[in-house]
């Protein structure tokens, strides 16, 4: 069992950066693959980026290429999501996820059902 906690949400201008964690509970952290995911008002949770177990995989959407990226510091249990260059489209709830997944390849799944563990979110605002 997994518990994720986010933090570090917040409310930034455009162009800001910001950096949101995950921090999990529970043993084995080191074995999950990890992913963040945002959901907006009325629109569809999204995958933003993923990290494999080791971290030798990282997967992004396409519309944070360039922007934003994705680690994990496995000694505190915490993955990272540092977002620069954000926009007001970047607003949302921002999750993350885990999913036991250790082994090669090492892979980093970008689909929200391929992940058992959630997080509650935190919210990310960007103003123009």
């Known amino acids: 069992q997994v518990q994720l906690v986010e933090s570090g949400g917040g409310s930034v201008q455009v162009g800001d950066s910001l950096r949101v964690s995950c921090e999990a509970s529970?043993?084995?952290?080191?074995?999950?693959?990890l992913g963040w995911f945002r959901q907006a008002p009325g629109k569809e949770r999204e995958v933003v980026a993923s990290?494999?177990?080791?971290?030798?995989?990282?997967r992004y959407a396409d519309f944070v290429k360039g922007r934003f990226s994705i680690s994990r510091e496995n000694t505190k249990n915490t993955v990272y999501l540092q977002m620069n260059s954000l926009r007001p489209e970047d607003t949302a709830i921002y999750l993350c996820?885990?999913?036991?997944?250790?082994?090669?390849?090492?892979?980093?799944?970008?689909?929200?059902?391929?992940?058992?563990?959630w997080g509650q979110g935190t919210q990310v605002t960007v103003s123009s």
């Open positions: 990290i494999s177990w080791n971290g030798g995989t990282t």
């Open positions: 996820a885990a999913v036991r997944r250790v082994g090669y390849p090492a892979v980093a799944p970008q689909k929200a059902h391929e992940y058992d563990y």
């Open positions: 529970g043993r084995l952290f080191s074995s999950y693959a």
